[in-house]
């Protein structure tokens, strides 16, 4: 059983699908023209059409496969899904003229939708710029704003809702209640959990892999999602080789501590040192797209290589994630933020078929199945590393110098979050090495040295992050070890940004 959204093309689908996850019910997003035969597969029990950049009155305006209401499914339409949702039975969508965004505050709501909810604070995310000009027949609003006397409605058999405003971002106070309700008048059932989806994905990976027959070739960087995939293969017995490339972007000690972690896991691990490689063919580069891109293709070519030798192979499997995913490539109609290599840079004739089990999860489910699967409390709870390692924490050119001071940074930065107790609190933590000197001083002499930027941040699944509010007596100490064991370092700042508007590495 699960909950199909429909997306066309909001920024906010994926949260969607978190939200519903973190109500314990499966869901999984479906291109919002998906076909009622990609639909049923997924087995819904209830289907929620999500918002999107495109109004309903252009001519072309995306819409649902027209078959869907045939399902008789509950669905309930958020923003520009319930203005397809008002529009398709014959209710009427205005151009309000301006673009109503930001906080709102819902009146009188009423319906099955907004039971429990907390009087007092009834805050709701707005963004739209149609609004709800005539219900359909029989229809009825069932809350409004200052701004919108059509703010939800719903449908005369309770089986269809729409909610102009965003229940999944957390500026929607009571947001996920609402969702929670839609649940429960579906009746869909609240039993997802860690234990299903390992279930899951052991049928998917043994279906696919012809019971483990079809030999698979992973990538492993050490991180918590290869690391997981790397033991979920093992465990289940597919046959497989794990690759570990040193690329030379690695952290201080890095190879060694992934071998020392996943052999005793009975991982068949194999080492591949290709810094050489790397780092000359990212010499000159400064451009962190570009940056990625060449790392990507020397990524592919090294595994090629290696896979010609200890092939064949017919999938290279991959710990990808869904923000990857999602932020790679965009769901139609969104942006594309950044092309992390293990997604956007894969050529067309990469040779394998692609196995990526992940590919719909957030880390924090991956770390729930690694705890399922005993991955060591070190494994699972590592901060996130980026593909493309310490090269797009190099802001500008690459230089084997450069690595070298930033490696060193790092892990003082890192170990003082262990020694201090604060390396679980932080999502992620990272230096950042700019190209810009500054003046300083040292004894009577006068230092010009590079600027270094420590961030931390705390978040649910690297999509939106706050900086974390590390205790200042602890960054003073972090300072002052950098400063004095890397001559090269003049200053030290500490990143106050989030994300959004900031994304958490600098490049
Ligand atoms: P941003 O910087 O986009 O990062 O806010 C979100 C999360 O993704 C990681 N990241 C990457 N991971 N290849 C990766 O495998 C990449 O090119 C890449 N860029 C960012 C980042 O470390 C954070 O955890």
Known sequence: MSVVILDFGSQYTRLIARRIRELHAYSVILPGRATVEEISRHNPQAVIL???????????????????????????????????????????????GTREYGRAHLIQCDGPLFGGLEGGDLQVWMSHS??????????????????????????????????????????????????????????????????????????????????????????????????????????????????????????????????QALLPLGVNLVSVGASKRFVSALAGISDPEEKRKVIGREFIAVFREKALKLGPFHFLAQGTLYPDVIESAGSEGSASIKSHHNVGGLPDDIGFELLEPFRYLFKDEVRELAALLGLPEELRMRHPFPGPGLAIRIIGEITPERLGILREADSIFISSLKEAGLYNQVWQALTVLTPVRSVGVVGDERRYGYILALRAVTSVDGMT???????????????????????????????????????????
């Open 130 to 259: 149609d609004a709800v000009a005539d219900l359909p027949l029989g229809w009825r609003g069932t809350a409004r704003t200052e701004g919108n006397p059509i703010a939800a409605v719903e449908s005369p058999d309770k089986r269809m809702f729409g909610i102009q405003f965003h229940p999944e971002v957390a500026h929607t106070l009571q947001g996920k209640l609402i969702l929670a309700n839609f649940l429960r008048v579906a009746s869909v059932p609240l039993d997802w959990t860690p234990e299903h989806t390992l279930e899951r994905l052991i049928s998917e990976v043994q279906e696919r892999t012809d019971g483990g027959r079809k030999r698979v070739l992973l990538a492993v960087s050490g991180g918590v999602d290869s690391s997981t995939l790397a033991l979920l293969l093992t465990r289940v017995g597919i046959e497989h080789t794990a690759v570990f490339v040193d690329h030379g972007l690695l952290r201080l000690n890095e190879r060694e501590e992934v071998e």
């Open 50 to 96: 999500s918002g999107g950049p495109a109004s309903v009155l252009q001519p072309g305006a995306p819409q649902p496969d027209e078959r869907l209401f045939d399902l008789n499914l509950p669905i309930l339409g958020i923003c520009y899904g319930m203005q397809y949702l008002v529009r398709r039975f014959g209710g009427r969508i205005t151009p309000t």
């Open 465 to 507: 992050a706050d900086w974390s509010r590390l205790p200042h007596e602890f960054l003073d100490q972090v300072a002052a070890r950098i400063t004095r064991n890397i001559p090269q370092i003049g200053r030290v700042v500490y990143d106050i940004t989030s994300k959004p508007p900031a994304t958490i590495e600098w490049e």
